[in-house]
Nanobody
Framework: QVRLVESGGGLVQAGGSLTLSCAAS????????MGWFRQAPGKERAFVAA????????VYADSVKGRFTISTSNAKNTVYLQMNTLKLDDTAVYFC?????????????????WGQGTQVTVSS
């Protein structure tokens, strides 16, 4: 079965950087889209970025464009989210998600598999 395990969250000052990892296991993920979402207290889960595992397409939310970078490592079966120039508004629990897809879904209900999440807190 598919298993997604996030790591790399923590406390960082505004303007700093953090890299999240999502270790994926349970199947071959070619043909899958891997997404990162985040959920702040009292808010709905929001799209951050998505990447086609086999390469070629990447999509970012406008709020993180130019600051965050999503990537994959086939050797490590891992999806990364490099986050730079972090802002207070980036504070949230970050979730990794996966779905077999041709298009690039940006809504949570389109994804089949989810990790448990990792907390990112940006302080002033």
């Amino acid at each position: 079965q598919v298993r997604l395990v996030e790591s790399g969250g923590g406390l960082v000052q505004a303007g700093g950087s953090l890299t999240l990892s999502c270790a994926a296991s349970g199947r071959t993920f070619s043909g899958y889209v891997m997404g990162w979402f985040r959920q702040a207290p009292g808010k709905e889960r929001a799209f951050v970025a998505a990447i086609r595992w086999s390469g070629g397409r990447i999509v970012y939310a406008d709020s993180v464009k130019g600051r965050f970078t999503i990537s994959t490592s086939n050797a490590k079966n891992t999806v990364y989210l490099q986050m730079n120039t972090l802002k207070l508004d980036d504070t949230a629990v970050y979730f990794c998600a996966a779905v077999p897809a041709v298009e690039m879904p940006t809504t949570p209900n389109r994804y089949d598999y989810w990790g448990q999440g990792t907390q990112v807190t940006v302080s002033s």
